[in-house]
């Protein structure tokens, strides 16, 4: 079992060095707490990730809460909650209180734009592996396009994604049931 104190290290360093927000840092807090540390199972750790993205507030901090509730229950959830929002919270101070001023800078420009490709990817690893994860197959992946398609070019929303996909596994459970009984 983790310490509150390997949990607090752990997720702070997440938070620290994490760039792009919440998606980017599903691959560094799945290292972390399945490959590395070994406190959860993979599968473990998708369903949180489900549960993490349903829920309001910060996917990072979601994370860190269910990965701390689901390790040492609610003092893992605090220290980790607390862990993980705390670096940004003080990188953000940093760049309110000195770098404002600089914001204009070519240099701060050039940065900020060569960052962005590294953060797109550090968001397209994650959701492969989910996929893998998952057990998304070829005969399957019609179902993830089309959910992010409907969200992006039609602005429909997640929420409503997520309850029609439950409905659909719901019913897609209950015609194979009453298939098998009739089998019988």
Not at 127 to 136: C, D
Request: with cysteine; net charge positive; proline share 4%.
């Amino acid at each position: 079992m983790a310490s509150l104190t390997s949990l607090f290290l752990t997720f702070a360093k997440i938070g620290a060095f994490t760039i792009g927000g919440g998606y980017a840092m599903i691959p560094i807090i799945e290292r972390e707490v399945v490959d590395k540390h070994h406190w959860i199972e993979k599968e473990d750790f998708l369903d949180l990730l489900v549960i993490a993205q349903t829920a309001p507030g910060i996917l990072a901090v979601n994370m860190a809460i269910l990965v701390g509730n689901k390790i040492r229950g609610w003092k893992g959830a605090v220290v980790s909650a607390f862990s993980a929002a705390l670096p940004s919270f003080i990188i953000i101070l940093c760049f309110a209180m000195f770098l404002s001023q600089y914001k204009d800078s070519p240099l701060f420009v050039k940065i900020f734009k060569a960052v962005r490709p590294a953060v797109v990817a550090l968001i397209a690893v994650p959701v492969f592996n989910l996929a893998k994860t998952a057990k998304v197959t070829w005969k399957t992946c019609w179902i993830p396009i089309v959910a992010a398609l409907a969200i992006w070019q039609f602005g429909i929303s997640p929420i409503l994604i997520i309850i029609v996909a439950g409905v659909a596994g719901a019913l897609g459970a209950l015609i194979e049931k009453r298939k098998t009984t009739q089998q019988k």
